[in-house]
Nanobody, 123 residues
Framework: QVQLVESGGGLVQAGGSLRLSCAAS????????MGWYRQAPGKQRELVAR???????TSADSVTGRFTISRDDAKNTVYLQMNSLLPEDTAVYYC?????????????????WGQGTQVTVSS
C-alpha cells in the first residue's frame, strides 16, 4: 500500500555533506510524521530526526546543529540535510513514516519503513 523510496546516501569525507530524500507513495490519507533512523554495525537503531505534521521536530543530540530535517507535503517527501559529517555518522539510514493509508479496503494507521540507504563518512 505504501512505499518509501530513499535516495541520497553515499560516501563522503569527514566535514562533507549529504542530503537524503524519502518519498512516500501509495493510497495515503495522511502522514502524521516522517523521520530518519540509523543503525551502525553492532549498535541499536536510533532516531536521527523526526518531523510531525504539526512541525514538531525531534532530533538526536549527536546531530543537532549539523542535520536538518524538512518535508514537502505536496510530494509526501522528507529530507535530511546532513552537514559537517563525522565518521561516527556512518550507518544505514532508514526512512520511517507514520501513515494512514488504505489497506484491505480500510484506512489504517501504521509505520512504514524504507529499505535503508548507506551513509559512509571517511576520516
Amino acid at each position: 500500500q505504501v512505499q518509501l523510496v530513499e535516495s541520497g546516501g553515499g560516501l563522503v569525507q569527514a566535514g562533507g555533506s549529504l542530503r537524503l530524500s524519502c518519498a512516500a507513495s501509495g493510497t495515503i490519507f495522511s502522514i502524521n510524521a516522517m523521520g530518519w533512523y540509523r543503525q551502525a554495525p553492532g549498535k541499536q537503531r536510533e532516531l536521527v530526526a523526526r518531523i510531525t505534521s504539526g512541525d514538531t521536530i525531534t532530533s538526536a543530540d549527536s546531530v543537532t546543529g549539523r542535520f536538518t530535517i524538512s518535508r514537502d507535503d505536496a510530494k509526501n517527501t522528507v529530507y535530511l540535510q546532513m552537514n559537517s559529517l563525522l565518521p561516527e555518522d556512518t550507518a544505514v539510514y532508514y526512512c520511517n513514516a507514520d501513515v494512514k493509508a488504505l489497506l484491505n479496503m480500510l484506512w489504517v494507521r501504521r509505520d512504514y519503513w524504507g529499505q535503508g540507504t548507506q551513509v559512509t563518512v571517511s576520516s
